[in-house]
């Protein structure tokens, strides 16, 4: 006890020091109202800026959930445009709620496997009939068209891929509505096709947008690519233009079905045709 | 000893009015502000009784926070300037060597002996000072440069009043 007086005693202007110190810096804490906030702040300062960089982190591992959701989103919103309805005029005198009706559906795909480098290639989606898609079905994605379904199993499918010998897409160009057939172009480039069969009055120009028709599978207006080249071939019926593909297939993420509900129907009426003949 | 006494009093209102009505108004580029009243705590006598020290710093901290507005910034900075003080004055001065309560004025000690403790002091006194003010670590450099300028510009004042007081006569 006598130690620790005589200490106290020794060091005495340290223990007053402590003693006030502590006292002003209390003082200071209590009554000044920003030091009162920034003493709780300046500590929020760092760890708000830990939460932010773990946040940043775990945002970056869940990317992949946040792709899918984005993709899902997409398709939700590609289900409520309205080139995706069917404009059903003839029930509208007898229901007057409904004018539209749903005739393209979309359904997000993953592609799982992809090639473009092959004579006729394909591509597998992890979508199958479970989730309501069919053999024949078109699939798009943000950039354009991809292909047309060609088998189906229960929860994959393989696409027919556009790069593919036997896919033709009835194409239009963009500004002057005439139509023709879009395939593959002959040289095995993934980014260019040919556009065939566009009738020889018309005057396409280099740089036009070249979009689906809505003859087939696909909506109207779907993006497929740009002219670049024309091969003015003179006293022919038909004219051939090269195109550039709007689609890069190389890197093929996220895909979109799209089901036409009246596709059937369509395809029943023109095969009925066809045999009539 | 009552002279002591009354001559620190006045020394103490005198800096207290010199610091609020005067230099509160000296910002030079709001960079250089001049904390001239520490100026009271340095020249106390070197016999005062620590306890005594500290409360005098205290309350001429509290003093200058009441006009400026902060209370316990002030007290807080001379709290440390007293204990700095001690160190100084236990480090570099023999006490018994005194009498007649001698103070560690510019005339009795002599300019260099007088210049370190001051700079030392004011350095002390004005880095705790500006950066509890601040408390923050972010505008780390501008209080930095708040610092050094004004702690020239306040040792610079108080050689000026050493000076200005000076009596050469008054070594015994």
């Known amino acids: ?277 | 000893m009552s002279r002591t006494i009354i001559i620190n009093f006045i020394r103490f209102v005198v800096l207290i009015f010199v610091q609020v009505f005067l230099l509160k108004n000296i910002t030079l580029y709001n960079l250089s502000i001049p904390y001239l009243y520490i100026l009271f705590i340095l020249l106390l006598p070197f016999e005062i009784p620590n306890i005594l020290l500290f409360v005098l710093a205290f309350v001429m901290g509290l003093s200058i926070d009441a006009f400026y507005d902060t209370p316990g910034l002030h007290a807080a900075a001379c709290t440390l300037l007293a204990l700095v003080r001690i160190i100084f004055i236990s480090l570099t001065v023999q006490k018994d060597g005194f009498d007649n309560d001698p103070e560690p004025t510019l005339s009795v000690m002599g300019f260099r002996w007088f210049l370190t403790y001051a700079t030392i002091l004011t350095l002390f006194h004005h880095f705790f000072l500006f950066n509890l003010e601040v408390f923050r670590f972010s505008e780390i450099q501008y209080t930095f440069s708040r610092f050094i300028l004004s702690s020239v510009f306040t040792v610079f004042l108080m050689l000026v009043t050493g000076l200005l007081f000076f009596r050469r006569k008054e070594r015994k």
């Open chain 1, 1 to 277: 006890m006598r130690n620790l007086l005589a200490f106290i005693t020794r060091y005495n202007a340290f223990f007053l020091f402590l003693i006030f110190e502590i006292g002003a810096l209390f003082i200071y804490v209590k009554y000044n109202s920003f030091q009162k906030a920034t003493f709780l702040n300046s500590a929020n300062e760092v760890t708000g800026n830990l939460y932010a960089r773990r946040q940043q982190l775990e945002s970056y591992l869940y990317l992949q959930d946040e792709n899918d959701r984005l993709a899902r989103e997409n398709a939700q919103l590609r289900n409520q445009l309205k080139s995706s309805f069917y404009v059903d005029t003839f029930t509208r005198r007898k229901v007057t709620d409904t004018i539209y009706k749903q005739q393209y559906q979309y359904t997000v795909a993953k592609v799982i496997n992809n090639s473009v480098n092959k004579r006729n290639n394909y591509i597998t989606i992890d979508r199958g009939s479970k989730d309501g898609i069919a053999k024949g079905d078109g699939v798009i994605c943000s950039e354009g068209v991809v292909g047309i379904v060609s088998f189906v199993d229960q929860h994959y499918s393989v696409v027919q891929s556009f790069l593919h010998t036997d896919t033709k897409v009835s194409a239009m160009l963009a500004d002057n509505k005439a139509v023709g057939t879009l395939l593959w172009a002959d040289d095995l480039d993934s980014h260019k096709a040919l556009l065939r069969d566009v009738t020889n009055n018309i005057k396409p120009h280099i740089g036009e947008r070249v979009v689906t028709s809505g003859y087939s599978l696909w909506p109207v207006g779907i993006p497929l690519g740009k002219v670049t080249n024309l091969h003015p071939k003179t006293g022919g019926f038909f004219l051939n233009m090269e195109v550039a593909l709007s689609v890069d297939f190389n890197r093929l993420q996220y895909v979109n079905v799209v089901t036409n509900k009246f596709a059937k129907e369509q395809a029943g009426l023109e095969a009925q045709q066809k045999k009539d003949e």
